[in-house]
């Protein structure tokens, strides 16, 4: 016998807004849930049930909404679509009432899902999980993984590398076994603009190291590379600048600030703009006394 199926608007999570948050000095993405009304193929048997377990859900009453989404849960043939949309709520509830860990079991089965918004959000919420656990090889693992999705956008992946990068660092390793890891994600996910956060890291090594010369040929290849990509062309342009002070190398900071100010201002904010022409000041004073 054919079962019957119809069309309704569910009350869905299949989104997150992109709030930015800092987590011990990095930039991840720590994501709020954004209800999202979708018109999805519902069958009519566990239509009015979903509809019961969301409004309990929107009414903070997460301990009843996790088990009437647990009976929907077990009833046979439910589409991927409102399994895996279940999963990822079930993990909000368990968040919102403190258990992290059973959230990113929850959130886990939501990374299966063919909607790469979906991967993108459950994968990003463990991460912070993770983190807030002290677990760093967790978040590392958790990172790669959506550096590894090439269905997300450039954005996303780059933010998950720098994760990832600053991840590495924390755990411990030291200036040979950074660099050795950093060159192994740049061989693996490069040589486009997505491995920018990892070759700015290594170029950082080189400066601890006082090699100016590859670090410095390291922010001078992503500047001409990718003047579109204000963030981390940003970052390297300042690290360029910062490297020729510390040698100071007057002649080629004072070139670099110029070109940067009035070629591409628009890279900086009026308040790094105002650092640095402080800097070239300082520079020019320091330069004029010796």
Known sequence: M?????????????????????????????????????????EKRVQEPLRQAFSLYNS???????????????EPGLSEEIRENIYFISGE??????????????????????????RMVSTLIMSVLHSEQGNIQKVIEKSE?????????????????????????????????LKKKLKEIIKKYGPGKIVSPARIKLADV????KDYDR????????????PDDKMWTGRAKIALL???LEQKDFKNFK??????????????TNKQAEELIKALEASSTEQEAN
Do not use: H
């Open 145 to 177: 993984d959506l550096v590894a999705d090439q269905e997300q956008d450039d954005v996303t992946r780059m933010t998950a590398l720098e994760s990832m990068v600053y991840s590495l660092e924390e755990s411990g390793l030291n200036d040979t076994e």
């Open 255 to 268: 070139s670099s600030i110029l070109q940067t100010l009035t070629g591409q201002k628009a890279d900086l």
């Open 2 to 42: 054919k079962k019957s199926s119809i069309v309704v608007t569910l009350i869905v999570i299949i989104f997150a807004a992109g709030v930015v948050s800092i987590w011990r000095g990095i930039r991840i993405r720590k994501v709020r849930p954004v209800v999202k009304e979708e018109k999805i193929f519902v």
């Open 206 to 209: 080189y400066i601890k190291e």
């Open 60 to 74: 903070k009453k997460y301990k009843e909404a996790l088990k009437k989404f647990q009976q929907i849960l077990s």
């Open 242 to 244: 910062n490297t020729y």
């Open 93 to 118: 509830c368990y968040r919102k009432l403190g258990y992290p860990n059973k959230a990113i079991k929850s959130y886990q089965r939501a990374t299966t899902s063919k909607n790469k918004d979906m």
């Open 215 to 226: 670090a410095i040929k390291i922010y001078q290849d992503i500047i001409e590379k990718y």
